[in-house]
């Protein structure tokens, strides 16, 4: 075809080449599919333990927001959850919570380094048992013998 010569209907229709006429098809190749494959999972199946995990903390908050707000729990004892999130927000626009964090922050890293000061300590101390037990024990009497 010539650029003077007009494209016929049927290569306009047809998507291929212009002038080598209709273009064939190629057929779409699915996968083989075992028939013994189980059926696609269903959603809850697929986030099963995301939507237990998550529609039980909504319960259990729930549950708790009603049992302050119905006067079950004394709130002098117990908060709301309502009431904890507003005076966090409050705490946090006001800069307050900073100096709570900063103590709390320094209360955790004195009991965790003297955890680790203790346990050091208690480590070498069995190892220097053991060693002294060792050392000593060819004048240990025997039993029975």
């Known amino acids: 075809m010539t650029s003077l010569e007009r494209p016929r209907a049927a290569e306009l229709a047809q998507p291929g ?15 083989p599919q075992d028939e013994d494959a189980p059926p ?6 697929r986030h099963e333990h995301a939507l237990l995990g998550t529609i039980s903390m909504l319960v259990f908050l729930s549950f708790w927001e009603a049992s302050v707000d119905l006067g079950w729990v004394n709130p002098l004892f117990t908060s709301s959850p309502s009431r904890i999130v507003r005076t966090a927000i409050e705490m946090f626009a006001d800069g307050s919570i900073l100096v709570d964090m900063q103590v709390s922050g320094f209360e955790f890293v004195v ?3 003297a955890a680790i000061i203790i346990a050091a300590a208690g480590i070498v101390m069995t190892e ?5 037990e060792r050392r000593f024990e060819r004048w240990r ?4 013998g």
């Open 141 to 144: 009497p025997s039993v029975g």
């Open 40 to 45: 696609p999972k269903s959603f809850w199946a």
């Open 111 to 113: 009991g965790y380094g």
């Open 128 to 132: 220097l048992l053991r060693l002294i």
């Open 17 to 31: 080449p212009p002038g080598m006429g209709p273009a064939l098809e190629t057929p779409t190749v699915r996968p």
